[in-house]
């Protein structure tokens, strides 16, 4: 038997089971400017968009090196309810998930020429044995020597869709604006494999409306714009472009055909559109993900073979598919929130609800009592709410502090027990984040809020 680890246990540590999350008891470093920490090779660094400092300030991040950041346990929860969400979008048309590792050989990318084409942005290193290897920053190369090396495969097994999120890795010239270019990110990577051309396009629009299902179930309103192909090649590429002011990218709409690009393509000329000749507005976005048609561009290079309806062998038709899964994160409060108070989307807030009981001594103890009643009444009526209720007991604070901070952490529903709460029935008061209303609820009617 492993000492200490009973399954009693292991029973008393799932949370909403008799043990309330509380603040105080977070561990969350905050409120440090960034250049005061790491200044960059003596330069300083860019603290310059909204989501970097708020991340920053209430203790989501943590810078580690250029480019680098501690994601505090806050910005955990928030990250894997994201992934849990592009796990749900990915799996609904088929996507199986993998996990590919980060440690890529040299070989591979000397195949394809890119150990060369894209140098400096990767991050290469030697093994005990001289061997030459760089850290994944993306994985077609990794993929397609995967599937080339299933000499079996057959037509009845196309099409088939991987996917993993994982950690990637870029020597960024210019890293900054926190999380939304960093040099170590996560990234969801999707491959596909189809028998024919017109099969991979069809897999690729299947994979572009998953796209946007996710980004509306984020309730971010991104624009599909025709790209560059960049270093990772093939024919066909779209971006997905959040409008934010921080966007790096620019990219251009047609108001009457609707027609839009990255204005890194050739297509687009200036001022008019290259489809209907109607002007184009130009906008700054950030680029949350990227979808290439590669056809045989990698599958040729690694020899990646199916046997076909005919019996011959044919070369699999590729697409690759990626979403900055941490740039997201980022992108979503750099979009949603104020200059001074994170929003999130609601399905991403590291905590749904956050009880707020009264200063003590300040008025009777009972308010604290029925605050704490309140917290288990919820996470025994609401099972989805089951470990999303935090409890603020700084009750060292006054109320009005903490209210404040949680309108700068953003929780969706912030519940107060002020002194309506010691009327008979309790009232408590409540607090809708996104819509700003604010309402005096009894016990039963905070549950059927929520
Ligand atoms: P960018 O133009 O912003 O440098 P990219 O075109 O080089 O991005 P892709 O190779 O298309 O990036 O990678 C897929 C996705 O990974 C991008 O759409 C983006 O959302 C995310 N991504 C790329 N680079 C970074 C980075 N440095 N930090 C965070 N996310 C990134
Ligand atoms: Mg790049
Ligand atoms: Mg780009
Ligand atoms: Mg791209």
Redesign the pocket.
């Known amino acids: 038997q492993l000492r200490g680890y009973t399954p009693h246990r292991l029973h008393h540590c799932t949370p909403g089971r008799g043990r309330r999350l509380t603040l105080s008891t977070m561990f969350q470093p905050q409120n440090l400017r960034e250049d005061q920490v790491l200044p960059l090779d003596g330069r300083s660094a860019d603290l310059t968009c909204k989501s970097q400092r708020l991340m920053l300030q209430v203790g989501l991040i943590y810078p580690a090196s250029p480019?680098c950041y501690h994601l505090l346990p806050y910005a955990v929860r928030a990250l894997e309810k994201l992934v849990r969400t592009i796990d749900q979008e990915m799996q609904a048309i088929g996507g199986q998930k993998v996990s590919m590792p980060s440690l890529s050989p040299a070989e591979l990318w000397r195949a394809t020429n890119r150990w060369d084409s894209m140098d400096r942005e990767l991050f290469k290193l030697r093994d005990r044995h001289d061997k030459e290897y760089c850290l994944g920053p993306?994985h077609e190369e990794v993929v397609t020597a995967l599937v080339a090396s299933q000499k079996t495969l057959s037509y009845k097994q196309l099409p088939f869709l991987l996917y993993q999120v994982t950690r990637?890795f870029?020597d960024?010239p210019r890293?900054r604006f926190g999380?939304?270019?960093?040099?170590e990110?996560y990234?969801k990577?999707m491959y596909t494999f189809d028998a024919t051309p017109e099969a991979a396009q069809e897999t690729y629009g299947l994979v572009c409306a998953a796209y946007s299902r996710l980004f509306e179930r984020l309730g971010l309103r991104c624009v599909q714009v025709q790209a560059d192909v960049?270093s990772?090649g093939g024919s066909l590429s779209h971006?997905f472009q959040l409008p934010v002011d921080v966007g790096?990218?620019r990219f251009a709409v047609c108001a009457s055909c609707g027609f839009s690009a990255n204005v890194e393509t050739l297509d687009v000329s200036q001022t008019s559109c290259p489809t209907c000749q109607g002007s184009l507005t130009e906008t700054r976005g950030v680029?949350?993900?990227?979808t290439f048609y590669l056809g045989t561009k990698y599958s040729s290079v690694f020899d990646a073979k199916f046997t076909n309806t005919h019996g011959s062998v044919s070369l699999v038709e590729m697409g690759c598919y990626?979403?900055?899964v941490?740039?997201?994160l980022a992108a979503a409060i750099e979009s949603f929130s104020t200059e001074d108070c994170i929003r999130w989307p609601g399905l991403l807030a590291p905590y749904q609800v956050c009880l707020i009981p009264p200063k003590k001594g300040s008025i009777e103890e009972a308010a604290a009592e029925l605050t704490e009643h309140l917290y288990d009444h919820i996470t025994e009526a609401v099972p989805r709410l089951r470990g999303e209720v935090l409890l603020d007991d700084r009750t060292h604070l006054t109320i009005g502090k903490r209210r404040k901070d949680a309108d700068k952490f953003g929780y969706p529903f912030v519940i107060i027990a002020g002194k309506r709460a010691l009327e008979d029935p309790a009232h408590f008061e409540v607090w809708c984040q996104n819509t700003g209303e604010v309402v005096f609820l009894s016990r039963e009617g905070v549950l059927e809020l929520l």
């Open positions: 480019g993306t990637k870029r960024e890293p999380l939304l270019r960093g040099r990110f990234m990577d960049g990772i971006e790096e990218d680029e949350v993900g990227h990626g979403l900055g941490t740039r997201i």
